[in-house]
């Protein structure tokens, strides 16, 4: 069944645009990720236009992780103040972002800038959890001392400290601000809700319990997915809800799916997965850089600026 | 001076005051209305027509109808990769002032054989020569491959079109083109135009033009996105909102 899309002009397949919001809605449930990184480049390769497929990838994201984020909250695995925090560094680095996204569109760069972004955070993001979690599986195998709870590295030595209970921690504001600034630039830049960089900043650098990262992930998303929904809409007018109702109504029933699944998976296997599923998009993204093209012309809609 | 002028009068005075064509071109569509539905599929249209004549058919000649159709222009960049330490990045760029968002040629018969090279310079009436009006390449000494590349994309989306047999000739009278509009349509107005031909010369041409509009719901969302953008804005976030809870919701009640 085809459907005509108002906002981007082309008409595709309902089903497809169905089975990919469900695919991300998976992940999304699975991993705490907004699954922005698949939705956005796959939008592109069924022929939405650009700047529709980010703003409305948007969209579906708020849709997928206000269902996440319930989920979790039924099972205590947010942090609400750990969000807000991270909250207020991203709204500060998205609105940093749509600067860069927007002077590199005018000159015509953007797409390299993605690519590049996604090959090298993804890429090294993907290579230490796939190398953390399997040094965790080989010493829970063994029986071994697990690693301390709490290491107290220099991230413990800064002023403004903060109780978060949910997380156990008494921490500065200051890293996860910036965690949050950096999710932030990056997101906008990348158009996506930013999880899968803030997942792992969650772990490794914060140190907060596997436990509550999702849920308090998929809290921070939801409020800047939905801002930044606002933006394109105002800014551009180019948030399509046709093609995101569509992709929304796929997603939720992913998630739902998804966070099931996870409830039932151990922590390291879910984080070996993820690490997986990200060096195989980085990958990808990466030969497309070294190989030769196709087509080496490419048509951008508007004057030469 | 006077008498040459008088002369170039007298020549082409009775040009303008007789019937100037033994042949005319009189044609309808099936249609001059397209709405663009949630539904929209792309579109069949089909062009019909008559030759009228006030005296008897020339013969010998041979006759061709070329039948084109012309989407909205707009601008477009074209930009072409090239290897920078390694990897592909977008280096120079041309850019197009005004190329048709759609352009299609149906004609009776090859066009080298219908189609004086002359008329076609001046009616613009293949591809390439449709497209004919650059901003100008700037930092490229030679755009010919980005205007190609420009062709060679649309013409891979099905956007431009060129169909050499899809104008049928019945009794040398009657004549019918048909198109199929492609799905990714954008709204706007299509400039159709007819033209009869008789050995590659220009003998008469008919210009109508086909409505593309966005109706109903697509209608009302498009306008509302552009018109209201905050509003729009706050229902695509109800209803993500919305949707994101209610499955919360009914999946809660099918594990209870």
């Not at chain 1, 080989?138 to 030595?157: L, P, S």
């Amino acid at each position: 069944m085809q459907i005509y899309l108002p906002i981007a002009e082309v008409s595709v397949s309902a089903y497809l645009l169905l089975g990919l919001g469900t695919l991300v809605g998976l992940l999304s449930g699975l991993f705490g990720v907004g699954g922005g990184f698949l939705i956005t480049p796959l939008l592109f390769f069924i022929g939405i236009p650009p700047t529709v497929a980010v703003a409305t990838g948007a969209n579906q994201v708020v849709a997928s992780s206000v269902s996440g984020v319930l989920a979790q909250f039924k099972r205590k695995a947010v942090d609400v103040p750990m969000g807000i925090v991270l909250l207020i560094g991203g709204l500060i680095g998205s609105g940093m972002g749509i600067w860069v996204f927007n002077l590199l569109t005018r000159l015509g760069q953007i797409d390299l800038a993605v690519q590049l972004a996604y090959v090298v955070f993804l890429g090294s993001i993907g290579l230490l959890m796939l190398q953390e979690s399997l040094r965790a599986m080989r010493r829970a195998k063994r029986g071994g001392k697990r690693a301390k709870r709490h290491q107290h590295m220099w991230v413990h030595k800064l002023p403004l400290k903060i109780k978060f209970r949910a997380s156990g921690l008494y921490i500065s504001v200051i890293p996860p601000m910036l965690v949050g600034v950096v999710v932030g630039i990056l997101a906008a830049i990348m158009g996506v809700g930013g999880g899968f960089i803030m997942v792992p900043a969650m772990i490794y650098l914060l140190g907060m319990p596997t436990k509550v990262v999702i849920g308090t992930s998929l809290f921070q998303i939801l409020f800047v997915s939905a801002f930044t929904t606002m933006m394109h809409a105002i800014t551009n007018q180019s948030v399509d809800v046709m093609l995101a109702l569509l992709l929304i109504v796929g997603g939720v029933i992913g998630a739902q799916i998804g966070s099931r699944l996870g409830a039932r998976l151990k922590a390291e296997q879910l984080r070996i997965l993820l690490a997986l599923l990200v060096i195989l998009v980085a990958g990808k993204l990466g030969l497309d850089l070294l190989l030769r093209p196709s087509e080496l012309f490419s048509l951008f809609p508007g004057a030469l600026k | 001076m006077m008498r040459a002028l008088i002369l170039l009068l007298a020549l082409t005075l009775p040009a303008l005051a007789l019937p100037a064509r033994a042949e005319e071109v009189v044609a309808g569509l099936s249609q001059d209305n397209i709405g663009i539905t949630a539904s929209f599929n792309g579109s069949e249209i089909l062009i019909y027509g008559a030759i009228k004549r006030f005296e008897p058919e020339p013969d010998s000649n041979r006759m061709g109808i070329i039948v084109t159709l012309e989407g909205p222009a707009g601008a477009v960049t074209i930009r072409r990769k090239s290897r920078e330490m390694g990897i592909w990045v977008n280096t120079d760029s041309v850019g197009v002032a005004a190329a048709p968002s759609y352009y299609a040629v149906a004609s009776s018969a090859p066009l080298s054989e219908i189609l004086d090279p002359n008329v076609d310079v001046s009616q613009r009436i293949s591809i390439p020569l449709a497209m004919r009006s650059f901003a100008g390449p700037i930092e490229v000494s030679d755009a010919r491959p980005f205007t190609e590349a420009l062709l060679r994309i649309r013409e891979k989306e099905g956007l431009y079109h060129l169909d050499e047999s899809a104008v049928t000739i019945l009794e040398n009278t009657l004549f019918r083109a048909d198109f199929d509009l492609p799905a990714n349509l954008i709204e706007g107005d299509y400039k159709t135009r007819i033209f009869l031909l008789r050995d590659g010369q220009l003998v008469d041409q008919y210009r109508t033009a086909i409505y593309v509009r966005k109706v109903g719901l697509e209608r009302w969302l498009y306008t509302l996105s552009r018109d209201h953008a905050a509003v729009y804005g706050a229902l695509s976030l109800a209803i993500a909102v919305f949707a994101g809870w209610a499955a919360a919701a009914v999946f809660r009640l099918i594990r209870n």
